[in-house]
C-alpha cells in the first residue's frame, strides 16, 4: 500500500457528507498528528484502515490499535473516538445498513492485498463506473471483511469487580509476571474456581487467554515507540525476539516487525 507525501494537508469527510444512494460510500482521509474524534456514532456501520501512521480507536468498551495494514468494523450506532499518533493517511467507507451481509459486533482484521484493491477500485470508480460494478465491487468488499479472520487487536476487557479489577491492573503495569491462578485467586480472596468463573463471566476470556492478549496488546504500542523486539520480548516474560515473534504470528497472523516498519 502506497502512502501519500506526510506534508499533505488533513482530509476530514463525516457520514452526512457522502451519497446514501449506494451500499457502500468509499472515501480516503488524511488527519493531522495528535487528531482527536471525541465520542460519537452513525448511523451506517463505518470500516476504516490505516495505510500510514497509528490510531487508537475507542469502541464497543475496547481499545484498537490500528496500524498500518489493519482496519476495524465499526457497526452502526456504535459510539467509538480515534486518537491519531502521527501524520495518519487512511481509506474508509460508509455500509447501508441494509447491505448483507455484515458483521454485527466491532471487528479488526488485517488487511488483504485483495480487499485493498477493491477498495481502491471503488474509491477510482465511485462516480464514473456503472451502477451494476459499483454494486459488484461492493459485494465483493463485504463478503472480503467477512470471511477475515478477527485478529483480536484490541486490549482485552477489564473485569468490573473491583478484585478482579486489582489483578488486572497490576498485569497491565507488569505484563511479565507469570500465570498464576492460585495466586491471583488468592489476592482477589475467591478460590481457584470462583475465580476462574468470575473472571470468564467478566471478561469473556479465561485468566491464561485474558494475560494472552493483554501481552499481544502491549507488543504493538512498544514497537510504535522504538523499543527494539528483542526488548519487547523480555518486558513480556518471553525468553527471547524470536517466541514472543512466534506467538504474535499465531495471533495476527503478521510478523510483529510490519508493525515496527
Known amino acids: 500500500m502506497n502512502a501519500p507525501a506526510p506534508d499533505m494537508p488533513p482530509v476530514e469527510i ?38 500510514e501512521g497509528y490510531s487508537i480507536v475507542q469502541a464497543g468498551g475496547r481499545r484498537i490499535f490500528l496500524a498500518p495494514g489493519r482496519g476495524v468494523w465499526i457497526p452502526a450506532g456504535v459510539e467509538h473516538e480515534v486518537t491519531c499518533r502521527g501524520p495518519a493517511a487512511y481509506n474508509a467507507f460508509y455500509v447501508d445498513i441494509e447491505a448483507a451481509p455484515q458483521p ?17 477500485a471503488l474509491l477510482k470508480e465511485a462516480e464514473t463506473s456503472s451502477i451494476m460494478r459499483r454494486q459488484s465491487l461492493s459485494d465483493l468488499v463485504l463478503d472480503e471483511i467477512g470471511r477475515a479472520r478477527d485478529i483480536g487487536a484490541i486490549s482485552p476487557l477489564m473485569p468490573r469487580s473491583p478484585r478482579l479489577r486489582t489483578i488486572c491492573d497490576a498485569l497491565y503495569k507488569k505484563p511479565a509476571q ?5 495466586g491471583w485467586a ?29 501481552r499481544m496488546h502491549h507488543v504493538d504500542g512498544w514497537l510504535e515507540r522504538g523499543v527494539p523486539l528483542q526488548e519487547v520480548a523480555f518486558r513480556l ?17 503478521a510478523h510483529p516487525r510490519a508493525v515496527a516498519r
Open 104 to 120: 454485527a459486533e466491532v471487528r479488526v482484521i488485517t488487511i488483504s492485498p485483495l480487499l485493498h484493491a477493491l477498495v481502491e
Open 237 to 253: 516474560g518471553y525468553a527471547n525476539a524470536a517466541s514472543l515473534t512466534r506467538a504474535y504470528v499465531r495471533a495476527f497472523g
Open 14 to 51: 463525516r457520514s452526512h457528507d457522502l451519497p446514501r444512494d449506494r451500499t457502500i460510500a468509499p472515501f480516503h482521509g488524511r488527519q493531522a498528528n495528535g487528531y482527536y474524534d471525541p465520542p460519537h456514532s452513525h448511523d451506517r456501520a463505518q470500516f476504516s484502515y490505516r495505510i
Open 186 to 214: 488468592a489476592l482477589a480472596s475467591m478460590s481457584r474456581r470462583t475465580f476462574t468463573r468470575a473472571f470468564r463471566e467478566e471478561t469473556g476470556l479465561s485468566p491464561g487467554e485474558w494475560h494472552h492478549q493483554l
Open 178 to 182: 507469570p500465570l498464576d491462578l492460585d
